[in-house]
């Protein structure tokens, strides 16, 4: 019941501190005989990685990945695959201030509650350092899903503060440092980003994350549904206010006639579903969408309390992006891959001798 | 690694399709002691009643719950609570044109594509049929709740369409057949929906639930955070396409220092983070909201496809409620309560020696 | 983490009292498209049945398997499973003089010392009626392993107190209310449990498992084994006090090259392994042997305490078999189905892709 | 689902083959506030260490543990424990020969034909090299019981090849390399150990695990019964073949006035159940026995096959124990203790307010 652990038939446990010796996990169900090594991990750390821009953190750290287990001579073996990255560049000194102190938007308080003990250096276990072991992880999951299935996932940020994508080209998402779909739009967001960093302040965030070629009947009903799944791996990522699949909130004021997606031979019409009936993937696209809140640590002075249960003011000094949900993409490609593996594979355990069941129409609707 | 089980100490497992012989579930992990009888189940279980109004589906059936096992001279044994609804009033004829057809908005075509196989008969296990033994469920925990910690679980309608309550008065929610908190707009809501059942058409809804009293430290951080297993199960409710906690997708557009909620000794200054900070309760209301899709089942026909892979077109004429967010708030509300009574235990499990920590602050502020 | 659900995939949750209204169960994880009908339980719950001979307990019910969802013109379609049997001749004043009293040997004590409450009639949770539904759950597993892999499973009872085989003929162990596997002993049985009933005591047995047709590979290393799993699956049954696999305890007292199984391709040369290696199925058949206690529930009396801490003297009059071990014969045939088809199930997961594995040779060795 | 995960709310998920470049683990669930540094480990390891003498395997490495996460400031904070051990000593060249040889007794065969792909570098995650991570996290369910619960665990050797305690001493059991409790029978093993090398042969052994001072009251029912789960947790540890609970497989002999432990103000009057009735604690010393097969790994050759299916002939040269029960005593002491603090934890969950319930007789009765 580890609430570390992740996942059903792929588990991921993960371990660490912010600035503890060393950050890891454990992926436990990968099939034997994929092709892995340490260098498979690098593209997505980086995509991750504090210190790729200057809108955001500034911590600088290699982040290697060393391979521990489970894979011997470049192949996956099928036994537990341990993962670890050390911590070099932890410098606790930044967080004096916040040993005695309760962080308002932080969970200083609440782990302090739970536990009456707590690591605070660098927010210790609940600070976004462990989505790094989520993105290791999750590159295991979007290999195996590409090469087995031919699943690809993909992420970008739909919004930032106010500001939304006034087109959509995803083939610039990569180019530039915001994951955003419209390269017009980045000089405008680097202005915005650059005055909200003067400003002290920070602001929210929505990122969109897509897979593509995830095959009807992959998903759970009841408990184990593959939108509800989704909604937990997502919630769970530090920062995450709400989750979408497919139109979620827009539905709210939808009509039916309008919402409802209809089929024909050729495909369905539309996908207000996000690609999710019943909680089992339709053959079309799964999308899901996530609202970030802004980042808690500013440099804006707020109320909190101390240890001595004193009034005092906050200001948080150390490194911080003034837009946490920029680089929540690559950890949200994460969660969805690593859902998607993992229902795949419970997949094949109750249906794998069901194979493909006609009629089977087309994912997507080519008019 | 069941679908059909819910929560890791307090387990719910539920079983039964629309129109089989029964709908029942086993609670497991109820703590000894609790009073129970049958009687308890039914205000919950009319609340969700079809047939409640005109407003709703207009299936009507008793939905008297059987305790089966785990309850001695009318208190529970902490040996499993298996309860039985035998199906009364299940009209398979209604449903006779979805025999053979895939019924857009619903999961026909996906379970088809997922087993192989299907219960066709009134959207068999894909029914929110199935949602009445979650109510059933979620009367234990509320029960178990209040009795032993005070906490409360409550929820309401808090947009329907396009309309959104233009005040908040809990006094009234109970009152009208829309769960709506101001009775000013039910005369207004009653044409609306009258409009919408003779126009064949559905909509969404937005439905809110509130726990008071949930102390501060319950909840698991990573990957058992209260507000990513809240989001799972508001998830695997029929109908819903997204999930918030606190401000959940306004936060987009907020700043930091807008939306972390400043603490004092006397309290928190707000709540815009809905009583969670890094998955564990503050001792602050927690707030989910979910968005609940228009009704797929409806008078205005749809195109699709039969299982020969042949273009056909649906036109549903079963009972079926124009907005089936409505009834959904006892269902919400339930999922709230077992998903903090698990937390509850699970809290005590591993911290059940730390007792309450100072300085422990007012959960709501009373400036 | 339900305590009264067994298996990872294949999830089986009991419930019920001796003497509540019903006990029942719920298999979910099943694949879908197997044949199923009420009258498949039937054979099995005989073979358990009370009241089968003059040689085990005179409780006669007619046990009539009701299913109750999962199954759709005679076909499960891959959602839960539920059964249920109603108690219909659950005589409670049979047991009036245990409500006060802890009965040695019993769980009395123990639930009681747990839950500060505890239903006493005929043993309440704890009575092995729970078992009722193993049989009933194996039924479905037993059948889903003959169908789709060929695999069966059959015990025997290979000791009665002091008394062992003196032969093994496998076509006679379904002709006697021993499953004894010598018919020529059969006489000499009845005498000893006649004369043991009428000293009103009881004796111990050990009952053995073979599982047949058990493909190499199935099973999972480290904390998942397949003779782990069946551990705590025998261990798990009413009464058993000791588990072994192959030669079991024997092994103590040999040597590494007398146990060893060598390995031609022809086949393995022994199976002193019980089929399994590293936890791993060796192709060779699966045998575990259990040994059980002796009925606890006799005619002569024992010192105890009371509910009130009183010391007094126990006597069991309800009905009895002086020799439980005997109906325990399907109990633990169905336990070893349930493992094995939840660990193939497992193995189909993560292994699916692998294939048969060049060289495997056959599981035994035709010299 | 991990298979490499042991336990349900103190969660031990371990990882690491044989020769790879560490092995570690991840303790998940251990309540905050219990004092831990590296030290805690050394005796424990020690006792389990190849090397100790010239009766176990000759390999030595330092095995120092370093803790990665879930301590601060020497204390637990509730967070995941991580544990790593590098690999310092692992000649791979000492199992060149194993590289395409299935070693007749060993896992090799069936990892294969699970996998299709192995790590066959001392017998990769097969290899006892595992269990020491069992051992280091033991240790901190060990300190856990002893400083929250007063409850301790002690194991010895209670049979070599046919040899048997001619008396029992427990002061003697730590002094001697054999873990045996009766002094005199030390130089007499000795020489049988020498003999028994010298023949390149092995033998099995039989080890007992008691714990004092279990309070009545813990386990579970049913699936999760306390006998199962240490059934499971016994047959998990590699060789073990047998598992018994109290008088085991002597039980089968037993009348059930013999066996069943009367009860009296006083105490019980004897502990044949071991401690355990109905799958839950009766507060008297709980027993466990396992039996240990003979080491696979000999000096005297025996058939087998290889990869190309081709027969040949295996003689194991590596380091290994002529009888591995020996060093197996402080791992079954481990997983004797991680499965009762999981099930004091999941006691604390389900019946935290049910207190201590009257009447309690003593554990032991003192005539």
Redesign the interface.
Known sequence: ??????G??L?V?????SH?????C?V??????LALDAAAFRADLERRATGKSRHTSQRREADDV?????V?EG????????L?IRNTDARSKDYGNILDT?R????D???????????PRGG???SAR?TTMRVAAGVIAKKWLAE?HGVTVHGHVA?I??IVPRGFDASVVETNPFFWPHAEQVPELESYMDALRKSG??????VTVLADGVP??????????L??????????I?A??????????????????????????AGF?SN???G????????QPVVVSM??????S?L?P????D?????TEVVTKGRHDPCV?IRAVPIAEAMMALVLMDQA???????????V?????PGTFEG
Chains 1, 2, 3, 4 share one sequence.
Request: charged share 20%.
């Open positions: 019941m580890s609430s570390n652990t992740f059903k038939l588990s446990t993960t371990f660490g501190e503890g010796p060393a950050i890891g454990v436990d169900g990968c099939p034997p005989g060393e391979i521990l287990s489970g011997y192949v996956t073996t099928g036994t537990p695959i341990a670890l309760f308002p938007g932080h969970a308080y609440t782990y302090w509650q739970k536990y009456g003990v707590r690591d210790g276990r609940s462990e087995r919004q503060g106010e302040d920070s602001v929210g965030a929505k009807a009947g992959w998903g759970e009903p009841i408990y184990g549904k939108d509800g799944e989704l909604a937990a791996a997502m919630m769970s530090n995450v206010k709400g989750v979408e699949i497919g139109d979620g909130f827009a539905a709210v004021a939808q009509r039916g006639t309008q919402h409802r997606d209809e089929m024909t031979v019409l207000h579903a996000g999710i009936l019943g909680g089992i993937a339709s053959g609202a970030f809140k802004p980042t808690s500013i804006v707020g109320r909190s309390i240890r001595a249960g004193e009034p949900g594979l419970r997949h094949r355990a109750q249906c794998g001798d069901v194979g069941v006609p009629p089977r129409i």
